[in-house]
């Protein structure tokens, strides 16, 4: 390597280095301010605190009313886990039958279910809400779980159609030869190539659930069916005086498991994005 190159490589790797540092910034600083009295968590600005305390974890861990953070984390991995089985199993299938199978106005119904991806949720809140009522699931989980076990996600059926369609038709053709049907060739074929668009698909609905706030926030109102997300917004109380420690505190605990899921499943990850549509 020249000294042209050596000195432009350690140039960039700077200017990564240094845009990292800026974007990881709120989140070291949400992580110090954690462990900040609350008296010093807007008027110490610097990143390692003057004073360290677990208070902030202990008084948020208690919850509200009597109901601990525990019980909120226990009910967004429940919407979640159940959110991402339904991605998984339905859209999975949508896809297969758009990229294998033939039937009757195939290309209307995909172009319908394209159209959907473009339609923003706010749009469609009001009659969903109004259904729902009608079938009196507001103030439960169903409003949040039933709709991803019917394949509600386009955006998935959309990845894993372009994922399969990469996947060689010979195969499909060598398992009919073999006496395979469709859903054999599901199960047995597409199913085991398909797992770096599945992992994609369970990392993407386990994040978006989790983070979720606006759809819980629609359609739960008992503090015992809360979710983290609306756990910490009740901490927050804009006409009085907020506990702001106990707040970040639970922020901080409510990214462990997002940061989890995506460290430990990344390599899927990235083959699943590198793949679809390229394979």
């Not at 910034?25 to 305390?53: A, C, G, M, Q, R």
């Not at 030869?177 to 993407?204: E, H, N, R, S």
């Not at 927050?236 to 922020?251: H, K, Q, R, V």
């Amino acid at each position: 390597m020249t000294t042209k190159t050596i000195y432009t490589n350690g140039v960039k790797h700077l200017i990564i280095i240094a845009i990292g540092l800026v974007m990881m910034y709120p989140v070291l600083w949400l992580l110090s301010s954690s462990f900040k009295p609350n008296n010093l968590i807007f008027s110490d600005t610097t990143l390692w605190p003057k004073e360290f305390t677990l208070t902030n974890y202990m008084n948020g861990w208690k919850g509200l009313q009597g109901i601990s953070f525990l019980r909120f984390f226990t009910n967004s991995a429940q919407i979640s886990v159940m959110s991402v089985l339904g991605n998984v199993i339905t859209c999975s299938l949508a896809a297969f039958a758009f990229a294998r199978l033939d039937f009757k106005y195939k290309k209307l119904w995909f172009s319908m279910m394209l159209v959907t991806i473009m339609l923003p949720y706010h749009v469609t809140l009001v009659p969903q809400y109004i259904l729902y009522k009608n079938f009196e699931w507001i103030n439960t989980y169903l409003p949040l779980i039933v709709p991803k076990w019917l394949a509600h996600d386009s955006f998935f059926i959309l990845l894993m159609v372009q994922f399969i369609r990469g996947i060689p038709k010979e195969l499909d053709e060598s398992a009919t030869i073999d006496g395979c049907g469709q859903g054999q060739i599901y199960w047995k074929i597409i199913l085991p190539l398909l797992v770096p668009a599945l992992i994609t698909t369970a990392i993407f609905t386990f994040i978006w659930t989790w983070d979720d706030f606006f759809s819980q926030m629609i359609y739960l109102n008992n503090v015992k069916l809360f979710t983290v997300q609306l756990g910490i917004r009740s901490l927050f109380d804009p006409a009085g005086e907020s506990d702001w420690g106990a707040l970040l505190a639970m922020s901080v605990l409510s990214l462990i498991p997002i940061m989890t899921i995506f460290l430990t499943f990344q390599r899927y990850f990235l083959d699943g994005i590198a793949t679809t549509g390229i394979k």
